[in-house]
């Protein structure tokens, strides 16, 4: 069964990180693309990584697992990894950085790993998971000729009907946008945008089809 803890608010850690943190929530959806979300600050102030706490750390591990990279370093040396992370681990951080300026951040994460880990089949149903819909909309900017070479490339390809779906979440609103193929139907003209509140579209599976 999918996690619907987890694709109710698939971001939330990770914006409370981005708080604790210092920076600025546009960082996020920015670096977010179809297949992976990315943030690389370079410079980014020793003062503010050390902001960090153990329950900070466990929860992003706790969510996304392995679908994600973060790391601190100083230079090119690792000091802070969620590999084999302990309270220790962070207790070693904050002894290596005393003194210093500045790390860099990098965060990777890897959407397909993310579906995996939550539940959701993807072996029939082509699943585009978007964490804010900033992203999801910037996406779906394109003309239908561009989504179908770029974000649903993949669906041209298959021997049989599929679904395909998009899915983000802000505080106030649901956005799914949904298209369902037919065998040897690329024209997307079944294209259909749906702005959906909470209130009225309960979390629950509805494959083929969208997340909602």
């Not at 297949?35 to 990584?49: G, I, Y």
């Not at 951080?93 to 990777?108: C, E, H, M, Y």
């Not at 089949?121 to 000729?145: D, I, M, N, Q, Y």
């Not at 998009?166 to 702005?195: P, Q």
Request: charged share 20%; with cysteine; aromatic share 6%.
């Amino acid at each position: 069964m999918p996690d619907q803890l987890r694709l109710g608010s698939p971001g939330q850690p990770l914006q409370t990180l981005i708080q604790v943190l210092g920076l600025s929530a546009a960082k996020l959806h920015i670096g977010e693309g179809p297949e992976e979300l990315l943030l690389l600050e370079r410079q980014f102030p020793t003062t503010a990584a050390l902001q960090l706490t153990l329950p900070h750390v466990q929860e992003l591990i706790n969510w996304y697992g392995d679908a994600l990279t973060f790391r601190l370093l100083l230079g090119e040396r690792p000091v802070l990894t969620l590999e084999g992370f302990s309270a220790s681990s962070l207790e070693d951080f904050q002894r290596d950085v005393a003194g210093s300026i500045s790390l860099t951040l990098d965060l990777r994460l890897n959407k397909a790993r993310c579906l995996e880990r939550w539940g959701v089949p993807t072996a029939s149903t082509l699943v585009k998971l978007f964490l804010f819909p900033e992203a999801l909309a910037r996406a779906l900017s394109g003309s239908l000729l561009e989504l179908e070479t770029g974000l649903f490339r993949e669906s041209t390809r298959r021997s049989e009907g599929c679904a395909l779906s998009a899915l983000a979440r802000d505080c106030a609103e649901w956005r799914v946008f949904s298209h369902c193929g037919r065998k040897g139907d690329t024209s997307m003209e079944s294209m259909e945008m749906l702005g959906i509140r909470p209130h009225q579209a309960p979390l629950r599976p509805a494959y083929p089809g969208t997340i909602a």
